[in-house]
């Protein structure tokens, strides 16, 4: 602080700066997890219908996913060398051509499987541009907040990416219900995704008027940006990577077993129709949004570790029964389900996102959570959907999902037991009552 205070930097970026980069998240969780919640209707647009088809597109989601952590890793040098501002401008960009151009590809019905390799590799491209996004305005909103507040206002990342789920859900859920399926399959699967490319270019407009992040000028300011980013932080917080990548495979698998799965597992397991799981997962969503920033308010009062520790073990303990419940066809019992386990995820998304990003001081924090969180959501986030529905087709055991998450949780508690605490306040404290004792 006495650095920013001798060059005269603000301590924290306008709410102006802070509403633009929230609101990034929307628009971006919106172009992805779009086709997670579409998955049923692209499997017929795409390739053909049936079994296969569905498992085929959970595939294309998995290798798009592995393209996350490359353009983490592109991105977060930019961002590091040049300035977060700079590097969130171009992703979007990429993101934004790349929605664009989904809206207008042929379908299966008019070019066979090519169909399928075009909105893969379109796929490919969303998830390369969408690598730099997140973790660049988590960065970006944890250094232009204060201290007191980093858990709270870092969280809100998380919960606008929620609103772009819940958005993402929504919009699926008008456009399965106002048409009938031929002209869902003819034309009307492209509605979703043109409104996506519109938004996605609003962002970018807005993001042209954001202030740099108050940590990057005090590194520009002093010649601290590191030249190599890359290398810096491999050099230097291997543990910080390791840790934030427990943390991200918690906060992937529960994000996206727990929740984006969710409707088609319903569909699948045969508990509830196409229309009514996606009405069904925009509540869960609702639920979501509310509970994020009050887990990361609490986070910022009682401290990182304490709320990752009683999350994880909510993830070991409840899952299962969970999709068991919401297998017995009862909506009722499908809505309570969806709810918990969306909270419970809900809850790891935020704290997760601080918890990740004071892993590493400001010099090469985005290259680290490019190796740590993208590197942990590529492998957990990506490929679970996918593993899910493979497992659930072979044993049709609807508790499967919840086994997956249960085992991710176990294996990660003892990094969270042993982790140091982050949170500004919580580790002041802590050092204070060393020092009177």
Request: glycine fraction near 10%.
């Amino acid at each position: 602080m006495a650095v920013e205070a001798a060059i005269g930097l603000p301590r924290v970026v306008s709410r102006k700066s802070m509403v633009i980069a929230a609101f990034s998240t929307i628009v971006e969780w919106y172009d992805f997890t779009l086709y997670l919640y579409f998955a049923t209707v692209l499997s017929r647009v795409f390739f053909g219908g049936g079994a296969a088809s569905l498992a085929a597109t959970f595939g294309g989601f998995a290798v798009a996913y592995l393209f996350r952590p490359l353009g983490a890793i592109f991105f977060g040098h930019i961002g590091d060398r040049f300035g977060r501002r700079r590097m969130m401008l171009r992703s979007m960009t990429l993101m934004s051509a790349a929605m664009f151009l989904t809206a207008l590809l042929p379908t299966y019905a008019q070019i066979g499987p090519a169909a399928g390799w075009a909105i893969l590799a379109l796929r490919c491209v969303m998830g390369f541009s969408v690598g730099g996004e997140y973790t660049g305005v988590v960065a970006y909103m944890l250094e232009g907040a204060a201290p007191e507040r980093r858990g709270m206002i870092t969280s809100l990342a998380s919960a606008a990416s929620e609103i772009g789920s819940l958005l993402a859900v929504g919009v699926a859920a008008v456009t399965v219900y106002l048409l009938d399926a031929a002209d869902l399959s003819s034309w009307g699967w492209r509605i979703p995704f043109l409104v996506g490319a519109v938004l996605a270019f609003s962002v970018w407009v807005a993001r042209a008027t954001m202030e740099e992040s108050p940590e990057f000028e005090r590194q520009r300011a002093a010649g601290t940006a590191p030249a190599r980013p890359l290398r810096y932080t491999i050099a230097n917080h291997r543990r910080g990577i390791f840790r934030a990548f427990a943390i991200s495979a918690l906060g992937s698998i529960t994000y996206y077993v727990g929740i984006t799965y969710v409707p088609a597992f319903l569909t699948t397991a045969g508990a509830l129709a196409e229309g009514a799981s996606l009405g069904l997962s925009t509540v869960a969503a609702v639920a979501v949004i509310l509970v994020t920033p009050l887990v990361g308010a609490a986070s910022d009062r009682l401290g990182r570790k304490p709320v990752l520790l009683f999350l994880c073990v909510c993830s070991a303990v409840l899952p299962i029964s969970l999709f068991s419940l919401m297998a017995s066809g009862s909506e009722l019992r499908a809505l309570v389900g969806a709810i918990v386990l969306a909270a419970v995820a809900g809850g790891v998304s935020a704290v997760g996102a601080v918890g990740t990003a004071e892993q590493f001081p400001g010099e090469g924090r985005l290259s680290g959570l490019a190796l740590g969180a993208t590197g942990a959501t590529a492998i957990f986030g990506g490929l679970t959907p996918y593993l899910a529905q493979v497992l659930l087709e072979r044993t049709g055991w609807p508790m499967i999902p919840g086994v997956m998450i249960a085992v991710v949780a176990v294996c990660v508690l003892p990094v969270f037991m042993l982790m140091p605490e982050t949170s500004p306040l919580r580790s002041r404290a802590g050092r204070d009552t060393k020092d009177l004792s």
